[in-house]
């Protein structure tokens, strides 16, 4: 049916040491890779947005790379607009050959405003930054071919030369797109590369986009995103992840994806509705939201978030083993 992946944002309080944040996400990889996880995924946060502590999620996967042996690793996603394309087209290369073909990287159009501003990257509207990275995108594709013809895209400026190292031939049908606009979606399908979806999304919106998607020629992989967390049963999994559901809704309220004026529930099962979208249960429940999930919008990776405030590292790691061990079996799936 669908295979898991996982991605994180290496988030946590400011003053907590990264290297804590680094280790936990490190012990959490590892035990993915023995567990069967197809993929994992690291955002870039600058200036601690969002929480994140990690800047320069390649490096990341490259150091976990070195830890694991099957699981694929990568970005979910590096902001281009913060990027000379170029230079990030030469730097997964690199990766890409050092991990003999296990990198699996997304890229992403936006950023928020307050670290574009580190960059000197002004917001443009969604016209202009999606040509642009449109045009950022057949800048990496045409480094990867390892001959520059100097027919750039007009928004970069890059002489003819040989692009060195060359990847494998099969490292742009490895890579993704963060799709969260019909016109992202459009821009994936047009290259040919997969598709990265973000929880804040519903099922209708990720039935649009593939739609759009196939249309422009889209042909590759679909990974819908969804926060997860598996107990023992589902009492046990609310009480359990309860503070985190309520840190998630309170934070998103702070960020306007939850109107200011609207009351917190006192139950905790309403807080896992959009945008959160968060599924928490038991295995059952877990398998079974899933399941509904795939069948509203067919996907190809079910790409959850685990990590979250208020759930400590071995509840976390305990989700993550239900997850694999419990849930993937009631799915009947062919590649868990």
Excluded at 104 to 118: C, D, M
Excluded at 221 to 250: S, Y
Aim: net charge negative; hydrophobic share 40%.
């Amino acid at each position: 049916m669908f295979t898991i992946g996982l991605t994180d944002h290496l988030e946590g309080p400011p003053d907590r040491p990264s290297r804590e944040i680094f280790a936990e996400v490190t012990d959490l990889v590892r035990r993915a890779d023995r567990l069967g996880v197809r993929y994992a995924w690291f955002s870039e946060h600058h200036a601690h947005a969002h929480q994140g502590h990690l800047p320069t999620p390649l490096l990341l996967a490259l150091h976990l790379a070195g830890l694991t042996q099957e699981i694929r690793l990568g970005t979910a996603i590096i902001c281009l607009n913060l990027h000379h394309p170029l230079d990030v087209a030469e730097q997964v290369a690199v990766a890409d050959v050092l991990t003999a073909g296990r990198m699996a990287v997304g890229f992403g159009s936006g950023s928020t405003p307050e670290e574009s501003a580190l960059f000197g990257s002004a917001v443009a509207d969604d016209r202009e930054r999606q040509a642009r990275f449109a045009e950022a995108l057949r800048v990496i594709r045409s480094a990867w071919s390892g001959d520059w013809s100097g027919d750039a895209p007009h928004a970069f400026s890059v002489p003819p030369h040989r692009s060195l190292p060359v990847p494998s031939a099969d490292l742009p049908g490895r890579c993704w797109v963060a799709v969260n606009s019909i016109g992202s979606a459009r821009i994936a399908g047009d290259l040919g590369w997969n598709m990265l979806f973000s929880h804040l999304r519903t099922p209708e919106q990720y039935r649009d986009y593939c739609a759009a998607y196939r249309t422009a020629g889209g042909t590759g992989l679909v990974a819908a995103n969804r926060p997860v967390f598996v107990g023992p049963d589902d009492a046990t999994a609310f009480r359990c992840a309860e503070p985190a559901l309520r840190t998630l809704w309170r934070r998103f309220r702070q960020e306007g994806k939850i109107p200011a004026d609207t009351r917190e529930p006192a139950n905790p099962e309403e807080l896992c509705a959009h945008p959160i979208n968060f599924i928490v249960g038991g295995p059952e429940t877990v398998a079974r939201q899933l399941r509904e999930l795939h069948e509203q919008s067919p996907f190809d990776v079910a790409n959850v978030e685990v990590r979250w405030a208020g759930l400590s590292h071995a509840l976390v790691c305990d989700s993550l083993r239900r997850l694999l061990e419990d849930v993937v079996p009631r799915l009947d799936n062919d590649t868990p």
